[in-house]
């Protein structure tokens, strides 16, 4: 297969507008929940807890269904939807607080939460 990088290019105004990069709280929700996120990500503990539920390359066994053959296990908040508390904090605060303060506070109710590993139908259940 001969595939030309030049067809692979793209100029940065092609990039199709989002609903948020026009709408600066829209923004704020999106980037506080990409931290957010980037955080359980990176977290040793939630790795290794993976980890051990590893069967092979892109085959994980959920530890609350039992089943097998998901490519990746998910960090589910339990009983609570972390991005309605980060709507919530930035509805409270926006204008208010700096984006490190929004920050803290999304922080705050994460180290109020449980936190299940958990494959994507089990993640929503416990929604
Ligand atoms: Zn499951």
Redesign the pocket.
């Known amino acids: 297969m001969f595939l030309d990088s030049l067809d692979y290019t793209i100029t940065g105004n092609t990039i199709k507008k989002t609903s948020w990069e026009q709408d600066a709280q829209k923004a704020l929700v999106k980037a506080l929940r990409e931290l957010q996120q980037k955080r359980l990500m990176e977290d040793p503990t939630i790795k290794n807890l993976k980890e051990t539920c590893k069967i092979a390359y892109k085959n994980y066994q ?6 097998t053959g ?1 490519d990746i296990l998910q960090a589910a908040h339990v009983g609570t939807i972390i991005k309605t508390k980060i709507n919530d904090i930035v509805n409270k605060y926006f204008n208010t607080l700096s984006f490190n303060e929004l920050l803290d506070k999304v922080i705050q109710e994460e180290n109020n939460s449980i936190i299940q590993i ?5 993640n929503k259940q416990c929604e």
Request: proline share 8%.
């Open positions: 959920c530890p609350v269904c039992s089943t998901h958990c494959c994507r139908k089990c």
